[in-house]
């Protein structure tokens, strides 16, 4: 035991070599298995091509960015005394892990939807083995990525910090140590805002132009090898549905860590691991997390054609979540002193408790983590019910279908709407129930193990497009019907997990929002933050407007993206001829080119609103108005994200309902009916809903609260400098536990 006392900072990036090592066995397992006829094998590379053309083109651009961001926060390093130059270099491997996790996840599911598709002719238990196999080594490889990066920089920064300088863990010392560490979750926060926007417009701009062209005028399939725009919308799917997704979970993942270590340098733990225990505790969580998503993962399988894949998927997420739950009570008994923990800021000047201030214990630190993972089970119960097939939400909508087009579009946005209340009533009994038990520790810490089965949520996430992508194939190679009813089977679970996880990464940014706020508040230096203030009110509403404008952004872009595909479609039915007859082959490279050449250009906009507000108003009206700010966007890009992802996915599922035909008023409804035509758009709607301005918002509030992070010290005045002095000796007064390290490890 004294072994692990001394040691566990250094075990914790192992658990992510664990990760990366089942992510390779897994990877190599997928590769191995059969893809199909030269058909097959031919449009399996044409969507290859075109999500790694997209990647390039992105990478370009974000890659001038880092360079530019980099330089800019490695001179802002040298200009305050708890930060360094080095920032940079943590921003940049931030950055480039993000970018490799959403290229990994690409890679493996462009690589595993024509082998599902091959899989799919003999079983649906094997078409749900490889496509979910495929979605396993995404999960595993962002977060193995992610705890080997974090954990590792951490123990470099640490030591050249804390140990080295011989400071003070809850001092400043720790606190550069921690500042220069943001910067890896703020290149993972901007890569991951890039992804998600860019691939949300690509994706959906092809999606758009498929389906007004494809199946609304010309009477084609979704997937109809006939349309221009398929393979495009194809490619979508994996630059949005993956890369963008495995990005955006990275930088969560990250953020939620963060921000709890921020928060746990404030408290004074006199524990056997020289006082960093609450330090180390989220990364312990997040190792634990992996290695029993990897047990979870195991139990996903099914045996015949009419077993339920949505329970074979609970099951698995279940048993990691339980699991985790049980081994964290362990961990945190052993890593917690017995002894009550308070705030460094609770002391006063002759270092006695203040009274009244907050004191809790290691019991209330479980108590918040098991708070954190019911509210995201919670979460992801909820959101299932309101976009799952035959829930009482998605009927509405196809019953509004039978009288128009407008009564599915009011329908829909109803339900969005009404679709925020029960998630809202459980997050802030959530937030409410994790500050009991141990104040804002408390809440990072529940965010923490809310985010602790991240591999496994994102390998349920990353399946859906492979099996979309599967069932895409299939169409388009014209293979049995049986192997399309197989891959629609994976589809429409898929769009419900897609739905659930996007969720559950709503949930977790909002707890990992507040607790990247008050670390926020601590690091600027203010007390409080007083809406009574003109000024604090006005960077309210203005924060609360923040989520409006970049929807509008977004939603535009896949409109002006989308118009231009429909154009480019319509041109080729025309002037192609024999394309309806498969006697020519469309020109699916143009309708690539166009996503590719739209989302890039236009995901820039949104991406600089989130990155240079906070910094514009830190500087110029302070860090009070700032934190007025970061409430505002908290709070609106919360609801704006719960009500777009859940509606968009209430359309998509009315929209799916109809291939196997529903019952309106006692009369059957199929395809190419007029029900089903009001539909089609109102799916159409809902696509940048639920795919581009929707699962950005949990990224916006998290990317806004970590600039705000990196900026505070400079937001700091001389007066709280002198203070933090002050308070710095007064805990070396205090003989708070001496630093053991073997500094030859």
């Not at 595993?140 to 920089?153: D, E, P, Y």
Request: hydrophobic share 50%.
């Amino acid at each position: 035991m004294e072994f692990l006392n001394t040691y566990l900072i250094y075990l914790i990036p192992v658990f992510g070599l664990i990760g990366v090592l089942f992510m390779v066995i897994k990877s190599a397992w997928v590769t191995k298995q059969p893809t199909g006829d030269e058909s097959m094998t031919e449009l399996a590379g044409y969507i290859a091509d075109g999500a790694m053309a997209f990647l390039r083109a992105e990478w370009k651009v974000l890659g001038y960015f880092v360079a530019v961001a980099g330089v800019l926060l490695a001179w802002s390093g040298t200009t305050v005394a708890t930060s360094s130059p080095v920032i940079a270099i943590s921003f940049i491997i931030g950055a480039f892990l993000s970018a490799f996790a959403g290229y990994l996840g690409m890679r493996i599911a462009t690589k595993s939807n024509v082998r599902t598709t091959q899989a799919a002719k003999t079983s649906l238990a094997q078409a749900l083995k490889v496509s979910f196999t495929g979605g396993t080594v995404m999960g595993l490889g962002v977060a193995g990525l992610a705890i080997i990066g974090l954990g590792s920089l951490f123990i470099v920064f640490y030591t050249m910090y804390v140990v080295n300088t011989g400071g003070n863990v809850n001092g400043e010392a720790m606190a550069k140590a921690l500042d220069v560490l943001a910067g890896f979750s703020l290149g993972a926060e901007s890569i991951a805002l890039f992804a998600r926007v860019g691939g949300g417009i690509y994706t959906k701009a092809a999606d758009v132009g498929a389906d007004l062209v494809g199946k609304v005028e010309a009477g084609i399939p979704e997937d109809d090898v006939r349309n221009p725009a398929t393979i495009a919308d194809n490619v979508g799917d994996n630059v949005g549905d993956v890369a963008g997704m495995g990005a955006d979970l990275f930088g969560s993942y990250v953020a939620t860590m963060l921000a709890t270590m921020v928060l746990g340098r404030e408290i004074v733990s006199h524990d056997n691991m020289g006082g960093i225990a609450p330090v180390l505790l989220p990364m312990v969580i997040a190792g634990l997390g992996l290695i029993f998503s990897i047990v979870g993962a195991a139990l996903v399988r099914i045996k015949n054609e009419t077993d339920s894949v949505q329970n074979a998927l609970n099951m698995g997420n279940w048993a990691s979540i339980v699991l985790t739950a049980i081994a964290t009570y362990f961990v945190v008994q052993w890593m917690l002193p017995n002894d009550a923990m308070h705030l460094t800021r609770d002391l006063d000047a002759n270092g006695v408790i203040k009274e009244g201030s907050l004191v809790f214990t290691k019991n209330g630190v479980f108590g918040s983590i098991l708070v954190g993972l019911v509210v995201g089970t919670l979460m992801s119960i909820i959101t299932e019910y309101y976009t799952a097939m035959g829930k009482r939400p998605v009927l509405s909508i196809i019953k509004q279908s039978s009288t128009g087009h407008a009564t599915n579009i009011i329908g829909g946005l109803a339900i969005g709407m009404e679709s925020t209340v029960l998630p809202i009533l459980v997050l802030a009994s959530g937030i409410y129930g994790s500050y009991y038990f141990a104040g804002l520790y408390g809440v990072a810490i529940a965010a923490a193990g809310m985010m602790a089965t991240t591999a496994m949520q994102l390998a349920i996430d990353a399946f859906g497009p492979i099996a979309d992508n599967a069932g895409g194939i299939a169409e388009m190679s014209q293979l049995p019907p049986e192997v399309r009813h197989r891959t629609d089977n994976l589809d429409a679970v898929g769009n419900t997990t897609a739905a659930t996880g996007k969720g559950f990464a709503i949930a977790s940014a909002a707890l990992t929002s507040l607790a990247l706020f008050a670390a926020f508040v601590g690091v600027a230096g203010i007390e409080h933050i007083d809406i009574y203030k003109a000024n604090v009110l006005a960077g309210l509403f203005v924060g609360g407007m923040i989520p409006f404008i970049f929807s509008a952004l977004c939603i535009s872009a896949v409109g002006r993206a989308a118009m231009a595909m429909v154009e480019e479609v319509r041109r080729q039915f025309r002037e192609i001829p024999g394309i309806m007859e498969y006697k020519a082959r469309p020109e699916y490279e143009k309708c690539v080119e166009i996503s590719t050449k739209a989302s890039i250009r236009e995901m820039v906009a949104p991406g600089l609103i989130a990155l240079i507000t906070p910094i514009v108003i830190g500087f110029a009206f302070g860090p009070e108005v700032l934190g007025g700010l970061l409430a505002g966007v908290t709070v609106s890009g919360v609801l704006m994200g719960i009500f777009q992802s859940n509606a968009g996915g209430a359309w998509d599922n009315a929209k799916k309902s109809f291939e196997k035909g529903v019952e309106i008023n006692g009369e059957m409804f199929y395809k190419k009916s007029e029900p089903h035509k009001a539909s089609v758009t109102g799916d159409t709607v809902g696509d940048p809903f639920k795919d581009t301005s929707g699962p950005s918002m949990n990224i916006l509030i998290k990317l806004m609260s970590i600039v705000s992070l990196v900026i505070a010290p400079h937001l700091n005045s001389e007066v709280n400098h002198s203070q933090r002095l002050q308070n710095e000796l007064k805990l070396r007064s205090m003989h708070t536990q001496t630093i053991h390290v073997d500094k030859k490890v």
